[in-house]
C-alpha cells in the first residue's frame, strides 16, 4: 500500500505492521502479543483502541511510547520515529493503572514532571492549579501520593499527562478504577480536549464508552486487528434490524400464534417479551396483539451497537483459532 | 536541567526513606560510643577514636550505596513509575544519570552530617585535627560514588538481591585487589592470567582508603590526591557509560 506523504503528514500517530513477540519463562517460550497491527490516528480525532484482556492494547501503547521495542514493524508519532524527544515532548500519556512516586505530594508531583518538559516557575504553578481543578484534585493537592486512592491516582495521572498541553493525548483505560461520575467527567474531559483540536487515542474494553466518545475506533483481538474504521461505518455493516416487543395480557393461544414470527421468547409473568426480525413480522404480531385484545407496552428497533460487532468478533476469532488447533 | 530534576527529585526521595535516618542515627552512635572504648584504651586514643570514626563513616555509607544504589532503577521499573518518566522528553541515559547524581548527593551531606559528628568528638577529647582528616573523607565519598556506580550497573540488568551480592562480592575484592595481583604473581598461566585481569578491571577500592594516611598524621601530597580522583571518577564514568548502553536496550515490561 502507497500512502501520500502530503497526507501521512495529517496522522498524529502512524503504525505499520507493528509486532512484539515476548519471551516468557524459563525457556523463553515465544507469546506474541501484538501481531502485524497497523493502523492511524488522525489529527484531531477522538481514536478508540479495542479490544477484550490482553489482546493487546497495553502492549501496543507501550511500543508507542518506547517503553518497550517492537520486534518488527514501524511506529511514528508525528511523522517520527518513536522515542524521539521532539515528539515526545507534544504527547501527554497515562499509563493503564497508573502508579507514581508515593512520597510526593499531588502538588510536588506535577511540578516534577513539568520540570521535565522544561516549565518552571509560577507559569508552571499556575498550570498545575488549573490541571488540579480540572480533574476535581484540588483538596488533595498537599496530600502525599501514598494516601490516594484508585480513583484519585487515575486523575492526577490525567493531569500529569495534561502537564504540557499536548497536542496528542495517548491514554491507557483511562476510565478504569473510577466510579460513575468519574468516568462521566473522563468523557467530558476528552470530548473538552477534543473541542480544543487534541487528538485523543484512548485503549478500553468499555464499547459504550467508545460509542459515546470516538470517530473512529481500532478492534484488536489476540494481537490482531479485527476491525477499524468510523464507529457508524461499522455498525452499519453490521445491522440486524431486530425489534424488540413487549406485550401484557397475551393469552397464550396467541402467543402461539406470534411464536412462529419470532427469533427469541421471553415470558416474565404477565409479560411477554418478543424480539421479531423483519418488518413483515412485526405487522403480523401487531395485528395478533390487537385482535387478541392484548396491551402492547414497548416497540423498540434494537440498535445494532459496537458491542454487537465485538462479539461478533470475539467469536469469530475464537473459531478461528479453533479451527488452527 | 532534567538531569538535575530528576536527581533532585531522587534526593527528596532518599530524604523521605525512613531507612536512612536509622542507619545515620546508628552511625551517629557509632562515632559517640567511640568515647566509650577511649576511656579503655589510654595510650592510643586518639588513633583509636580516628580509626573508629572514619570506620563507621565508610561502612554506613557503603551500605546506603549499595542498598539504595541498587534500587534506583529496579524499583521505578518494578513500581511502574518508569512509564510516565520516560514518556516525558527524557533520553533514557538523562534518567540514570540523573538518579545517580541523587544518591551522590545524598551521600555527600550524609557524609557531612557524620564528618560533623566526629569533629565535634575530636574537638571534646583535644584530638587535633589535620588536613589530611578531610581529604580522606573526600576519598570516602569518591569510593560512595564508585560503588554507587557498580550498584546501578548492575541493578539496570539484574534484580535487585542479585545486584546487591555482585555490589558487594565488587566491593569486598575490589579492597583486595592489590593482594590477589600479589597472589597471582606466585602463580603460573591461567590463574595469573585472570587474577591480573581482575587486578585491571575491578576497581581499586584500597586507593580511595585514606585511613592509615590520618592516624599516623601523614599528609597525601596533592598530586597523589589528583590522580586518585581522577581514577575514581573515571571509572565511575566508565560504569556509567556502561550502564546507560544496556539500559538503552531493555524492555520495562
Ligand atoms: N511483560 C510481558 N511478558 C510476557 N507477556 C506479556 C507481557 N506483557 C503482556 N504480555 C502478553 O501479551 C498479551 C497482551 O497483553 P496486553 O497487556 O497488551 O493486553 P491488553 O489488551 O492491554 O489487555 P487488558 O485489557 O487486560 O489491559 C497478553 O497475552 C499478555 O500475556
Ligand atoms: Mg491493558
Not at chain 1, 501484538?34 to 493502523?39: E, K, L
Not at chain 2, 551521600?107 to 584530638?127: E, H, K, P, S, W
Request: charge should be positive; include cysteine.
Amino acid at each position: 500500500m502507497s500512502r501520500i506523504p502530503s497526507l501521512a503528514l495529517e496522522h498524529d500517530v502512524q503504525i505499520d505492521q507493528l509486532r512484539k513477540v515476548f519471551k516468557v519463562g524459563f525457556w523463553g517460550r515465544r507469546v506474541t502479543a501484538v501481531d502485524g497491527v497497523s493502523f492511524e490516528v488522525q489529527r484531531g480525532e477522538v481514536f478508540g483502541f479495542l479490544g477484550p484482556n490482553g489482546a493487546g492494547k497495553t502492549t501496543t501503547i507501550k511500543m508507542l511510547m518506547g517503553l518497550i521495542y517492537p520486534s518488527g514493524g514501524t511506529a511514528t508519532l508525528f511523522g517520527r520515529q518513536i522515542g524521539d524527544p521532539v515528539a515526545k515532548a507534544k504527547v501527554g500519556f497515562l499509563p493503564e493503572s497508573p502508579y507514581f512516586y508515593d512520597y510526593l505530594t499531588g502538588r510536588e508531583f506535577l511540578r516534577f514532571y513539568g520540570h521535565l518538559f522544561g516549565f518552571f516557575g509560577t507559569a508552571l504553578d499556575k498550570r498545575i492549579d488549573e490541571l488540579l481543578e480540572l480533574v476535581g484534585m484540588t483538596p488533595a493537592r498537599d496530600l502525599q501520593l501514598r494516601k490516594f486512592s484508585k480513583g484519585m491516582l487515575q486523575r492526577v495521572g490525567i493531569a500529569q499527562a495534561l502537564i504540557n498541553d499536548p497536542e496528542l493525548v495517548i491514554l491507557d483505560e483511562p476510565m478504569s478504577g473510577l466510579d460513575p461520575i468519574g468516568r462521566k467527567e473522563v468523557r467530558d474531559l476528552i470530548l473538552r480536549l477534543k473541542e480544543t483540536g487534541k487528538t485523543v487515542m484512548f485503549s478500553s474494553h468499555i464499547l459504550h464508552d467508545a460509542e459515546l466518545l470516538c470517530d473512529r475506533v481500532a478492534m484488536i483481538m489476540k494481537g490482531k486487528l479485527v476491525a477499524c474504521g468510523h464507529v457508524s461505518e461499522l455498525i452499519a455493516g453490521d445491522t440486524t434490524h431486530e425489534v424488540e416487543m413487549v406485550i401484557d395480557r397475551l393469552l397464550p393461544e396467541a402467543l402461539e400464534r406470534i411464536r412462529p414470527l419470532t427469533n427469541k421468547v421471553v415470558l416474565q409473568g404477565e409479560r411477554v417479551m418478543v424480539v421479531l426480525s423483519s418488518q413483515q413480522s412485526v405487522d403480523q404480531a401487531i395485528d395478533v396483539v390487537r385482535s387478541a385484545k392484548a396491551k402492547l407496552v414497548a416497540l423498540t428497533p434494537h440498535k445494532a451497537s459496537l458491542e454487537d460487532l465485538f462479539i461478533r468478533k470475539a467469536t469469530g476469532a475464537q473459531q478461528s483459532v479453533e479451527a488452527r488447533v | 536541567m532534567k538531569v538535575f530534576s530528576i536527581a533532585f527529585n531522587t534526593f527528596r526521595e532518599n530524604l523521605r526513606d525512613k531507612l536512612l535516618y536509622n542507619l545515620l542515627i546508628f552511625a551517629l552512635l557509632m562515632i559517640g560510643s567511640s568515647l566509650i572504648l577511649m576511656r579503655l584504651t589510654l595510650g592510643e586514643f586518639h588513633r583509636l577514636i580516628l580509626d573508629i570514626g572514619l570506620g563507621s563513616i565508610n561502612f554506613f555509607g557503603v551500605l546506603i550505596a549499595i542498598f539504595v544504589g541498587i534500587g534506583l532503577v529496579s524499583k521505578e521499573i518494578e513500581k511502574k513509575t518508569i512509564y510516565t518518566i520516560m514518556s516525558k522528553p527524557v533520553a533514557r541515559y538523562q534518567f540514570l544519570l540523573g538518579k545517580y547524581l541523587g544518591l551522590s548527593l545524598t551521600l555527600l551531606i550524609n557524609t557531612a552530617i557524620m564528618a560533623v559528628g566526629l569533629l565535634v568528638v575530636l574537638y571534646f577529647q583535644d584530638v587535633p585535627v589535620h588536613a589530611v582528616l578531610f581529604k580522606a573523607l573526600g576519598m570516602i565519598v569518591l569510593e560512595f560514588m564508585v560503588i554507587t556506580a557498580v550498584a546501578l550497573l548492575f541493578s539496570t540488568f539484574s534484580s535487585a538481591t542479585l545486584s546487591a551480592i555482585f555490589t558487594l562480592a565488587i566491593y569486598v575484592i575490589g579492597h583486595l585487589t592489590t593482594d590477589l595481583r600479589a597472589f597471582g604473581q606466585k602463580m603460573e598461566g591461567v590463574g595469573r592470567a585472570v587474577l591480573e585481569g581482575m587486578y585491571y578491571i575491578l576497581p581499586n577500592l584500597d586507593r580511595f582508603n585514606l585511613k592509615g594516611n590520618v592516624t599516623h598524621q601523614l599528609d597525601v601530597p596533592a598530586g597523589d590526591l589528583l590522580m586518585i580522583a581522577a581514577y575514581g571518577m573515571a571509572y565511575a564514568a566508565f560504569l556509567l557509560m556502561l550502564a546507560s548502553v544496556i539500559f538503552q536496550q531493555r524492555d520495562f515490561r
